[in-house]
């Protein structure tokens, strides 16, 4: 066999290898978290009204997503800050997922949360949740997009309602925590990767570049309000809890959510 018939032969086989079915080892371990065509499985929890209580049909599967909508509210949004919980707790997993922002703020929310959305990861069970509590105690990987053009605003941040986090070897005494990513602008995809070792390193990933790493997630800070205070134990590390996606007066889509389990 002569060189040209041999570099076709390992392009050929190149090629079969990309195009096979079978899952690959980078594929291998992954579970899809929504199923496509419904909510089974998830848990929703709103600001002024009971756990389960989805007011306004705000999480939505539709078109193969996960999509928040404020279409079916009357008035304001008046602080509906809500969550859709996975009904399944996780300590160290790897989580993966695209979004992207859609549509308008809805009249009355914050101007904060214009293009501001997020993913809650350690976060308290919705079930433990007051009717009135406004966020869930978590952790927080947050999802903004650009507003004015030249202006930036990285995404992958993070924020914490009613926890702490270690960086640089100390507790970091403010809310949020800007990531090194890029702005992105308007209605593109965005992928988003959270890595979480338990109550140790924690490492977030926009578009497959590591923008922000952090340690030692833990009970404390503020923010939070109208909680039970026997579940909010400041100084606890957080080793393990729930995994939700926000609702804050912002429409956004959700695609391609699943998760890998770290822990052995």
């Known amino acids: 066999m002569n060189s040209t018939k041999i570099a076709l032969f390992i ?27 419904n909510l089974d499985g998830w848990t929703t929890k709103i600001h ?53 922002f859609v549509g308008d703020l809805h009249p009355g929310a914050p101007v904060f949360t214009e293009m501001n959305s997020g993913v809650m990861y350690h976060s308290q069970d919705p079930r433990t949740m007051l009717k009135e ?27 914490s309602p009613g926890t702490e986090i270690v960086y640089n070897g100390k507790i970091y005494p403010s809310h949020c925590l800007s990531s090194s990513s890029k702005t992105y602008y308007g209605d593109q995809w965005v992928k988003a990767e959270l890595i979480v070792r338990g109550d140790s390193l924690v490492t977030q990933i926009i578009n497959g570049e590591v923008v922000l790493e952090y340690t030692k997630p833990q009970i404390g800070g503020g923010t939070v309000v109208g909680f039970d205070p026997k579940v909010k134990q ?23 959510v699943k998760i890998k389990n770290l822990k052995p």
């Open 234 to 256: 400041d100084g606890k590390l957080l080793k393990e809890g729930m995994i939700a996606l926000q609702s804050e007066g912002q429409p956004i889509d959700f695609r391609n």
């Open 48 to 100: 002024h009204y009971e756990t389960g209580d989805n007011f306004g049909d705000t999480f939505r599967a539709e078109d193969g997503m996960i999509k928040v909508r404020y279409d079916k509210y009357e008035g304001d949004f008046n602080d509906r800050f809500g969550h859709l919980y996975f009904d399944r707790p996780y300590s160290s997993f790897h989580l993966s997922m695209e979004y992207r």
């Open 11 to 37: 392009s050929s086989i190149a090629l079969m290898a990309c195009n096979s079915t079978k899952p690959t080892v980078a594929e291998a371990g992954w579970e899809d978290m929504f199923n496509g065509k």
């Open 133 to 159: 509590q406004n966020w869930p105690i978590s952790v927080e990987m947050q999802f903004l997009g650009g507003i004015n053009e030249g202006e930036a605003r990285p995404t992958g941040n993070m924020c």
